[in-house]
């Protein structure tokens, strides 16, 4: 006889070693889920910082160098690194503003476009797995969990930019 998942109210009362667990198997979910992507940056000598930086310019083409900034959570020094090295190599150019002539509104060239998609499949390929085999209540309770772990500025932030 199958086992009857744990009801919502049952699980406000979880243990320290019920959350540890979920701790730990959000550290190797993680792991697993940019072990991918870190092959894929580690022939270019990018890091992690560069697939956020090419992940978002993709998702919001235009995005200021400040919006960048607010997404990211990173000083401007770190960031202008990662962008020097993102626009040397060909990925990202920045075009003045149509309205304001002092923003540098950030898009991909072709070949961050695709170094973007190449990035994105191997994480979407991972995820959709995962997706498919927890089936759609765990997915719609993994938003959830995601979305109430967020700070609140940035759960507004990402509800707003998701349409919800």
């Known amino acids: 006889m199958a086992e009857t998942p744990p009801s919502g109210e049952s699980l ?3 243990t320290d070693e019920q959350l540890r667990k979920g ?3 959000m550290f190797f979910a993680y792991r697993g889920f940019t ?3 870190d092959r894929i940056l580690e022939e270019r000598d990018y890091g992690r910082a560069h697939h956020r930086a090419v992940h978002f310019i993709h998702r919001t083409p235009g995005l200021t ?3 960048l900034l607010a997404i990211l959570g990173v000083t401007k020094q770190s960031l202008n690194r ?13 075009r003045v503003g149509k309205t304001d ?20 499949d191997a994480q979407r390929a991972r995820m959709r797995a995962a997706y498919r085999a927890a089936g759609p209540q765990a997915v ?13 500025e940035m759960r ?3 509800l707003r930019e998701d349409g919800s």
């Open 12 to 14: 406000l009362y979880l």
């Open 82 to 94: 990662v962008l020097r090295t993102l626009f040397d190599d060909g990925l990202v150019e920045a």
């Open 23 to 25: 701790i730990e198997a």
């Open 65 to 67: 160098v400040s919006s």
């Open 35 to 37: 072990a991918d992507p």
């Open 156 to 158: 507004r932030q990402y």
């Open 101 to 120: 002539k002092r923003e540098r509104r950030l898009h991909l060239t072709d070949k961050g476009a695709e170094l973007e998609r190449a990035l994105s």
């Open 140 to 152: 719609q309770g993994f938003r959830t969990v995601l979305e109430a772990m967020m700070d609140p």
